[in-house]
T-cell receptor
Framework: AQSVTQLDSQVPVFEEAPVELRCNYS??????LFWYVQYPNQGLQLLLKYLSGSTLVKGINGFEAEFNKSQTSFHLRKPSVHISDTAEYFCAVSDLTQGGSEKLVFGKGTKLTVNP | DVKVTQSSRYLVKRTGEKVFLECVQD?????MFWYRQDPGLGLRLIYF???????EKGDIPEGYSVSREKKERFSLILESASTNQTSMYLC?????????????FGPGTRLLVL
């Protein structure tokens, strides 16, 4: 079964600093990859997704992620964070080789705290 | 804009009570999901439904059941609530056709079982 590892449970950064949130998934032939964000007291919303094509994916709010098949990674980056980026970020994978590929497997989340 | 609504934001119940959590989506999506979110554990799939009256167990179905009598509505049922079911419950929906891979989430129901 597919699994997702988010290597950092908490990431504190200062405003305007760059940030990288790391995500690794267990090996599979074909996967779709996602990053979702959860702001305090809200549900999750999609930040970006990798389905195929270019390995660099751009999402909302200035975030981007790079799919690296050889390292089975999908790290999320932003060159300059804002206080409003404070949230919990979830990496998720959909395994296309398994039946029911509409199901997502989520990582445990990374809490990003942006300090002034 | 897709909208997924959940009947309550906060709920307090007693051990042994039967609890219903309701979820409604307005985009005619075929797929609907119930997740449980706990600190340090991320989201875990309880059940999902790919059509009316169709359901499939997720990773942690024990102690839960679901009902989908209408396409837009997916209910999570705790037959006899226990304190270890205190959690945040998130509902989501997704389409069957183009864009099937994107799930849309409701705001969540925070359930406290005393």
């Amino acid at each position: 079964a597919q699994s997702v590892t988010q290597l950092d449970s908490q990431v504190p950064v200062f405003e305007e600093a760059p940030v990288e949130l790391r995500c690794n998934y267990s090996s599979s032939v074909s996967v779709y990859l996602f990053w979702y964000v959860q702001y305090p007291n809200q549900g999750l919303q999609l930040l970006l997704k990798y389905l195929s094509g270019s390995t660099l994916v751009k999402g909302i709010n200035g975030f981007e992620a790079e799919f690296n098949k050889s390292q089975t990674s999908f790290h999320l980056r932003k060159p300059s964070v804002h206080i409003s980026d404070t949230a919990e970020y979830f990496c998720a994978v959909s395994d296309l080789t398994q039946g029911g590929s509409e199901k997502l497997v989520f990582g445990k989340g990374t809490k990003l705290t942006v300090n002034p | 804009d897709v909208k997924v609504t959940q009947s309550s934001r906060y709920l307090v119940k007693r051990t042994g009570e039967k609890v219903f959590l309701e979820c409604v989506q307005d985009m005619d999506h075929e797929n609907m999901f119930w997740y449980r979110q706990d600190p340090g554990l991320g989201l875990r799939l309880i059940y999902f439904s790919y059509d009316v009256k169709m359901k499939e167990k997720g990773d942690i179905p024990e102690g839960y059941s679901v009902s989908r009598e209408k396409k837009e509505r997916f209910s999570l049922i705790l037959e006899s609530a226990s304190t270890n079911q205190t959690s945040m419950y998130l509902c989501a929906s997704s389409d069957l056709g183009a864009g099937w891979e994107t799930q849309y989430f409701g705001p969540g129901t925070r359930l406290l079982v005393l």
